[in-house]
């Protein structure tokens, strides 16, 4: 039994820490989130440079051959510094997608693109009236001649504008929630038919609605079989979990930590809040929901890369107490930071967002919960 | 013990039903001059504009149930905006504490409408810790007036507030509770700067505010030198009822079950998801029981009792179930809680629900936060007592 990173896992982890640290100041995310893309493409050039955007592929394919291991490692250390980039969207949900389809021409010249910088990828899978039910799909794609017709919308898709590529479940057979009949199609964001339509979220990246009228692709933008696609989503979206999971915990780690560092430094009372019993025993219970949580990723993750799918429950008990240690270490964090808390002009309250969001991806505490006892 | 309404009571629910749908906004009418007009026509209906204020001052001298009548109807409907800080606050202490030639001064504007106050209290260096403000307010020789000299910081509304009351130390001697001084001046003049603290939620309500040489005359003290602390204590607890907003939850409630019931969970709605239905029932369960806590205190408070320790439960409560419902809304918008910046996305509610959902955090904070109620009641009500604690 071993819970301590590889050499090179250490490594891996040092460069993304020095990265953050360099270049992730509050002050420099602020003025990122605030410009039109919203992330840097300087950035995403280190990433390529760094071999971070080839760590999930296999060697066959030109890539570090890295597992879900290291995946959780860059995550973590994205989440303690609020990363914009795209790289949740590109790497772990559009590359997830690309690595588990057959051998053919096109996936290999859009890993080589992706993991070169010059392809960014998005995946749209919610609609509606889905909610997180991946195999709750209305959006259609209709045999026609030689190809398809693609007609739908697709909501929250992450990094939907900026993407070269999209990757969009659709229903090709069966009723609205058959798993049976759901298939992938690549989606080139400028053809005819396809609009999208951007905005930010709440903490400070971009989606976007993506909606489909008559567009007309061609036979190969098929990505693997025709009809089973949901059960790539289902692998792809339990990485994702995990991945969330992971930049989730980085993130929780900051918080309970400044607020630590932050009680000893304000006088109350003649006092330091610090001294404060109360306080101290809602901080003990904030480091302690974090090292829980970090016991559940270790677990789930290392069941994943152990035995993958069959370790979708606990990857679901991993989301869920994501979902509510997060909740009680962000807000807790905001409360002990009174009206500083509150305010834009502290990280405390980006990191707070950014875990308000994670828990409105790829299903939510209650909804982990309900799948775990299901 | 009963909680049948009279034949009385039932008249004066049709009584306020009829006065609010007789007055309500008209959509393309000048929304200022109804506003003034709506106080204008609630005076008339005898103190209407002012319901919690002294039969002596001008209120309508209501019973306890006529306030919880009052408050029902009014929660479903839309009131014209009000802060909080004039007829609510200041008032009260101006009425108990004031003398006489201060009620003719200002009390007329106040229940008018037609001056906006707001409150100085929390300093950077006093927030939970009230009593430690610094701002210094020095008599000048001759006596004629205070010179001020500090921050204060969270002041709601002051972009707008055309005065501010505010407390400053005249003497830093004895404990920190003395040497406190409740002065009036406006807002509007050389010295006084105002600038915003834009908040999580992305909007700017409250703000930092600083002080150089403003002149205050003493005739704009309230009450004695030094005495200022006792005064706004009195003025917390009123406060802190007044943040329960308990008819004001329930309505949310309602409107939150409605919203749920048109989202969408595989064949049926959200409102047939177990732990979703067992979420809203557990709020319910709490509000019915905070509505019965609220009722307890306004009959306390009608039969001539100060606000009690209930009133700390009030404000406890109240903020943790409005912090609530927010964060329910924003689940039951699901995964279109994230869109955010004015993108109408999902659900009609979602993007309202998130910005709540963020606004509420503050609820627990402001007014005194849930950490110093809790140990007001450890003091007060239970009787224990602090270790290493200056309260």
């Known amino acids: ?374 | 013990m009963d909680i049948e309404l009279s034949k009385a009571d039932l008249e004066f629910r049709e009584e306020v039903t009829a006065f609010l749908d007789g007055n309500a906004y008209k959509p393309g009418e000048d929304y200022a001059a109804w506003r003034l007009n709506w106080f204008k026509a609630a005076a008339e209906k005898g103190g209407w504009d002012v319901p919690k204020w002294p039969a002596a001052f001008g209120g309508p001298g209501w019973t306890p149930t006529q306030h919880y009548i009052w408050e029902q109807e009014t929660a479903t409907r839309n009131l014209p905006w009000d802060l909080p800080f004039g007829v609510g606050m200041v008032a009260p202490i101006i009425m108990t504490y004031g003398n006489a030639e201060q009620q003719a001064r200002f009390l007329p504007d106040i229940r008018a409408r037609t001056v906006n106050w707001c409150q100085g209290y929390s300093e950077p260096g006093a927030g939970s810790d009230l009593a430690a403000l610094k701002t210094k307010a020095e008599l000048s020789e001759d006596g004629t007036h205070y010179v001020v000299n500090g921050s204060k910081i969270w002041t709601t509304m002051a972009h707008i507030a055309d005065w501010i009351f505010c407390l400053t130390r005249t003497s830093s001697e004895g404990k920190k509770q003395e040497g406190i001084t409740f002065l009036l001046f406006p807002m509007k003049q050389d010295g006084v700067e105002v600038k915003p603290i834009i908040t999580l939620g992305g909007s700017h309500t409250v703000n930092t505010v600083h002080f150089t040489d403003v002149k205050v005359p003493v005739e704009n003290r309230i009450g004695e030198e030094g005495k200022g602390w006792t005064y706004a204590k009195g003025l917390l607890a009123h406060e802190r009822t007044g943040l329960a907003g308990v008819s004001r939850s329930l309505v949310a409630l309602e409107k939150l079950r409605r919203q749920a019931g048109k989202v969408k969970r595989g064949n049926g709605s959200l409102l047939d998801d177990p732990s979703f239905k067992s979420k809203l029932a557990r709020l319910e369960i709490d509000l019915k029981a905070l509505e019965y806590t609220e009722l307890r205190s306004l009959a306390r408070a009608a039969a001539g009792a100060q606000p009690g320790p209930e009133s700390s439960i009030m404000k406890l409560k109240g903020t943790e179930i409005q912090q609530r419902i927010a964060l329910l809304t924003t689940e039951a918008a699901g995964p279109f809680a994230a869109p955010w910046g004015g993108a109408s996305v999902g659900p009609s509610f979602a993007s309202g629900g998130t910005q709540s959902y963020l606004g509420s955090r503050a609820y627990t904070i402001y007014g005194g936060a849930s950490e110093v109620q809790k140990d007001i009641i450890a003091k007060n009500v239970l009787g224990l007592k602090a270790k290493g604690k200056a309260s």
């Open chain 1, 1 to 374: 039994m071993n819970f301590e990173l590889s050499e090179e896992q250490q490594l891996l982890q040092d460069s993304v820490a020095r990265f953050v640290a360099d270049h992730y100041s509050l002050e420099a995310r602020r003025k990122l989130a605030d410009s039109t893309l919203g992330y840097s493409e300087d950035h995403w050039k280190q990433f390529a440079e760094l071999g971070w955007l080839a760590l999930p592929f296999s060697e066959e394919d030109g890539g570090l051959g890295g597992t879900i291991i290291d995946a959780m490692v860059v995550m973590e250390q994205f989440g303690k510094g609020l990363i914009l980039e795209p790289y949740f969207a590109t790497v772990i949900l559009g590359g997830g997608v690309l690595k588990r389809l057959p051998p053919s021409e096109s996936r290999t010249a859009r890993i080589n693109a992706v993991m070169e910088g010059h392809m960014k990828l998005a995946l749209a899978t919610t609609e509606l009236q889905s909610r997180w039910d991946l195999h709750d799909v209305v959006s259609t794609a209709t045999a026609d001649g030689d190809g398809f017709v693609l007609n739908g919308t697709k909501s929250v898709v992450l990094h939907g504008a900026s993407a070269d590529g999209i990757i969009v479940s659709l229903r090709t057979q069966g009723g609205q929630f058959d798993k049976d009949g759901i298939s992938l199609f690549w989606v080139d964001p400028k053809a005819e038919g396809v609009s999208l339509k951007a905005y930010p979220t709440v903490d400070g990246l971009r989606a976007a609605e993506l909606t489909l009228e008559k567009v007309s692709v061609p036979s190969d933008a098929l990505l693997g079989p025709l009809h089973g696609g949901y059960e790539i989503l289902d692998a792809v979206a339990q990485e994702a979990t995990l991945a969330l999971s992971a930049e989730g915990l980085g993130a929780m780690e900051r918080l309970y930590k400044d607020t630590v560092e932050y009680t000893q430094n304000r006088e109350q009372f003649d006092h330091p809040l610090s001294d404060f019993q109360t306080l101290q025993h809602r901080m003990v219970e904030m480091f302690m929901e974090y090292e829980q949580c970090k016991s559940l990723l270790y677990r789930a993750t290392l069941e994943f890369a152990q035995d993958g799918m069959d370790a979708s429950k606990s990857v679901s008990a991993c989301k869920h107490l994501v979902g509510v240690a997060g909740r009680f270490i962000g807000e807790n964090a905001v409360q002990l930071h009174g009206g500083m808390g509150v305010t834009e002009e502290l990280a405390i309250g980006h990191y707070f967002k950014r875990l308000f969001v994670i828990d409105t991806q790829f299903g939510n505490a209650d909804y982990h919960l309900e799948r775990y006892a299901a």
